[in-house]
């Protein structure tokens, strides 16, 4: 089945412990993103990665780190997480040609407390 | 210029009636408009998409109303099934280049039976 796997689906953390959430896709794609959802606000960008060891920031990269070694991973990285990172985190993909429907992964739920 | 504004943040329907949920953008630059539904525990997911080379596409019962001139694009749900009760979320992408998809900030929908 064509998906995006994230892990773990919930998580709660104290503030400054490092924390890592993973994205996997089995699809190809060479285009994948993190975005955070919050109430009012939709879905943000937080980073991107458009291939391998190629990735930019979005609109709100701030406490945030990611990598791309391979194809299929994306894993974003808390260094030193706050309060202000309690959130619902979605990892998505998608070819970078011809189709531009995301596939999203199921989401994360964050709580730094 | 790169919002995505869309309205309204909550919408309750009756069972058979017809939902419209709107949006808003300012980039012109913009040339790829989705609209993703979400259910609740659940990643976003694809709905129906369209270009602005084209005013309206339908399919089954969801319709994607365009107006370029007036940079607005509307989602129609016509006989709104209690199913259909979910989060909407409209965005919009620039083909280009990052093609970052920027998302509006979300509509529930509420189906009564």
């Known amino acids: 089945e064509a998906q995006v796997t994230q892990n773990p689906r919930y998580l709660i953390t104290v503030t400054g412990k490092k924390l890592t959430v993973t994205c996997s896709q089995n699809?190809?794609?060479?285009?994948m993103s993190w975005y955070r959802q919050d109430p009012g606000l939709g879905l943000r960008q937080i980073y991107y990665?458009?291939?391998?060891?190629?990735?930019d920031k979005g609109d709100v990269p701030e406490g945030y780190k990611v990598s791309r070694k391979e194809k299929r991973n994306f894993p974003l990285i808390l260094e030193s997480p706050s309060p202000n990172q309690t959130s619902l985190y979605f990892c998505?993909?998608?070819?970078?040609?011809?189709?531009?429907?995301?596939?999203f992964g199921s989401g994360t739920r964050l709580t730094v407390v | 210029q790169q919002q995505v504004k869309q309205s309204p943040q909550s919408l309750i329907v009756q069972k058979g009636g017809i939902s419209i949920i709107n949006c808003a953008y300012e980039?012109?630059?913009?040339?790829?408009f989705p609209w993703y539904q979400q259910f609740p525990g659940k990643g976003p997911a694809l709905l129906i998409a369209?270009?602005?080379?084209?005013s309206e596409k339908k399919e089954g019962r969801f319709t994607i109303s365009f107006n370029k001139s007036a940079k607005q694009f509307s989602l129609h749900i016509m006989d709104s099934q209690p199913g259909d009760s979910a989060t909407y979320f409209c965005?919009?992408?620039?083909?280009?280049?990052?093609?970052?998809?920027?998302f509006g900030q979300g509509t529930r929908l509420t189906i009564n039976p």
């Open positions: 998505a993909s998608r070819f970078l040609t011809g189709n531009y429907g995301y596939t």
């Open positions: 369209i270009r602005p080379d084209v």
């Open positions: 965005a919009a992408s620039i083909s280009q280049g990052a093609q970052k998809l920027v």
């Open positions: 699809m190809n794609h060479e285009y």
């Open positions: 980039n012109t630059a913009f040339d790829y």
């Open positions: 990665s458009m291939n391998v060891e190629v990735t």
